[in-house]
């Protein structure tokens, strides 16, 4: 079996990348990957035919970046999305590339579509090697889904939770299935509290998508908590700040501001597909991953928290997605 791949990084290599890490700026530009690549020598991903990975977000920015890839590397892709023409678009990138694709058409903020997308799957497949809940929604404007909730939580909590939860027979079926969740940079600027999760006429943008991604810690952790010995592995991904239509549609000033030390898509995908392509059961899960090695989940004092807080909000999320998602489909 592949080691850990945080077993394998030289002591120069370390003192290099905490200081890129230290900078921010010099980690999640374009910088970190450049640097990072020649010091810990990333190896060449190896084909894994036959594995299956369904991703959602499929047809646009990181996530078709990802699509290709991982068709690139003999995979079969559930690849998810909203627009029928990109889907078929991104199902013949895959193809071409050289994987097997399977496009399926959902609205991640619906629940009752989410629920229709885990059973579809179900039907194709006896099992999934790896789940990547990579769909986002970073909105200007405040807007409800047919369900009641807030968008912005809909997408990055509501439907992940409740895909991992029909999914799970299929994720067990597999050897060391992994879940992956795009996480972003902007949650380190968030602390986690429930009760402001779904944000009111107090909304904005850019706060309620830094707050459901912080979440997504929470989230990750609390389920991986849960998972017995040997069970599905939980990571969290981060692309470090990569150019892509969402970047620069919903954050225009920061996408101008930053320019060429963007990261590429593919540059922001490939710990991800890394991840996708690694022996089961490595890396165990429970961790943030960015350029091939385990970041930190905090930045800032004002948002940490101990690990025993921690589980308890973990506990708190998990009951409160549970009674959101109940009934759904």
């Known amino acids: 079996m592949t080691p850990d791949p945080d077993t394998r990084i030289s002591g120069v290599a370390r003192l290099v990348d905490s200081c890129l890490e230290g900078s921010v700026v010099g980690s999640f530009t374009r910088i970190g990957p450049a640097v990072r690549r020649r010091l810990t020598r990333f190896e060449e991903l190896e084909r894994r035919p036959g594995r299956t990975v369904v991703l959602t977000g499929a047809t646009s920015g990181l996530g078709r970046s990802a699509a290709g890839a991982l068709g690139a590397l003999g995979m079969t892709v559930v690849a998810v999305g909203r627009d029928l023409r990109r889907l078929d678009e991104v199902a013949m990138e895959i193809e071409a590339a050289g994987g097997t694709?399977?496009?399926?058409?959902?609205?991640?903020?619906?629940?009752?579509?989410?629920?229709?997308?885990?059973?579809?799957?179900?039907?194709?497949?006896?099992?999934?090697?790896?789940?990547?809940?990579?769909?986002?929604?970073?909105?200007?404007?405040?807007?409800?889904?047919?369900?009641?909730?807030?968008?912005?939580?809909?997408?990055?909590?509501?439907?992940?939770?409740?895909?991992?939860?029909?999914?799970?027979?299929?994720?067990?079926?597999?050897?060391?299935?992994?879940?992956?969740?795009?996480?972003?940079?902007?949650?380190?600027?968030?602390?986690?509290?429930?009760?402001?999760?779904?944000?009111g006429a107090d909304y904005r943008g850019s706060v309620a998508y830094a707050r459901a991604k912080r979440a997504q810690v929470v989230w990750t952790l609390a389920l991986q908590a849960r998972e017995p010995a040997g069970g599905i592995d939980l990571s969290l991904v981060h692309p470090g700040w990569a150019a892509t239509p969402g970047v620069s549609s919903s954050l225009p000033a920061f996408s101008r501001a930053l320019g060429p030390l963007l990261r590429t898509p593919e540059e922001g995908v490939d710990t991800l597909v890394w991840l996708s392509s690694l022996d089961p059961g490595v890396p165990h899960g429970g961790r943030l991953w960015l350029d091939r090695s385990p970041r930190p989940l905090f930045r800032l004092p004002r948002t940490r928290v101990s690990d025993a807080v921690l589980a308890e909000q973990g506990d708190a999320l998990l009951e409160w997605l549970d009674r959101a998602t109940q009934g759904a489909g």
């Open 101 to 199: 694709a399977l496009p399926e058409a959902c609205d991640l903020a619906d629940l009752a579509e989410v629920a229709g997308l885990s059973e579809r799957i179900a039907s194709m497949l006896d099992h999934v090697d790896v789940l990547v809940h990579n769909a986002g929604a970073l909105l200007a404007e405040r807007t409800t889904t047919p369900q009641g909730h807030e968008t912005t939580v809909a997408v990055h909590l509501l439907s992940p939770h409740l895909l991992t939860a029909r999914l799970r027979p299929q994720l067990e079926a597999a050897d060391r299935a992994k879940v992956l969740t795009m996480t972003s940079g902007g949650m380190y600027t968030e602390a986690f509290d429930l009760d402001q999760l779904e944000m």
